[in-house]
């Protein structure tokens, strides 16, 4: 392992142990203002099971594949059906066309 590595590897460590301990603050800050507590009242009375399903259900059925953001030079679409081409190829996946 080069010297150069091993400083990456030291680097991340240390900025990993704290943005983990920034995150405990904060959730310990949290916790201190009542939103904790708060959050967890809402979501025993007003938030079912059941609703978080139907709402993440409906997240994934209303989701539109278009919204997807590719930079031009990884993706394109077919002439034929436009359908996005994330590979380079010579013809389209979904209808068979050349590209």
Known sequence: ?????????????????????????FADL???LGVVALAQRIRSEYITGTAVAVILTLLF???SSSVISVPRRLARQCPVCDHLLLRRGKYCGA?????
Request: proline share 0%; glycine share 8%; charged share 15%.
């Open 61 to 63: 059925l209303l989701g």
């Open 30 to 32: 949290l916790d201190r």
């Open 1 to 25: 392992m080069s010297l150069r590595a091993k400083k990456i590897v030291v680097v991340a460590a240390l900025g990993t142990v704290i943005l983990l301990t920034n995150v405990w603050a």
């Open 95 to 99: 209808c068979g066309s050349r590209v």
